[in-house]
């Protein structure tokens, strides 16, 4: 989540869901409201194995947004991975018997120690994409909502970073935010 602001992180997710798992609930996350991304956040982090992670402005402007969204992914996995034998313990899972493989919204895959194929709209196809697309959108959210409150004048809260005609006549008025994405056009 966040490939397109022009501040702030970019955020990824890794979701295993149990086969009991309310799937209703799953959809595209640009596609629920806030209320119900919300409410899926709980119940995923309650029955699923996952992971999240954000990788910053900095990072962004170093090496590139493609390449920041892959380190999350990276990182959001590991996070997964190191849960995974616990959760498969308080699940009643054989961890020997697991063989992961994966699947990503867009074109190009994490480098993840496991079989991994890409797929563009993933997100809207797949319970388990969705599932972590969900916990990065609101993750991500979270974190633009606090710099909203550290950042008033930009807007933060309102268009979470994205390059609104709002967000940029502030920037251009008084200059980027300390979160700002410089290596973004404006």
């Known amino acids: ?45 309650e029955k699923a194995c996952w992971g999240v992670a954000l990788v910053d402005h900095k990072k962004i402007d170093e090496i590139n947004i493609l390449e920041a969204s892959m380190l999350a992914m990276k990182l959001a996995y590991q996070q997964m991975a190191q849960k995974l034998p616990q959760w498969c313990q308080n699940n009643g899972i054989d961890y020997s018997k697991i063989k992961l493989s994966g699947i990503t ?25 969705m599932a972590a697309s969900i916990l990065a959108k609101v993750e991500r959210d ?17 268009h979470k970073g994205y390059p609104t005609k709002a967000h940029k006549e502030v920037c251009y008025k008084i200059g980027p935010s300390p979160i700002q ?6």
Do not use: H, W
């Open 1 to 45: 989540a966040g490939r397109g602001p022009l501040a702030g992180p970019v955020s990824a997710g890794c979701v295993i869901l149990p086969p009991d798992f309310p799937f209703e609930l799953l959809n595209d996350s640009k596609k629920l409201s806030e209320k119900k991304r919300n409410a899926a956040e709980l119940i995923i982090k």
């Open 105 to 129: 919204d867009g074109t190009r895959c994490p480098q993840v120690p496991i079989e991994c194929r890409c797929e563009p709209k993933a997100d809207g196809n797949y319970t388990c994409v």
């Open 142 to 158: 979270r974190i633009m909502y606090q710099m909203d409150k550290l950042y008033p004048e930009y807007g933060y809260a309102k």
């Open 181 to 186: 994405r410089l290596s973004f056009k404006y």
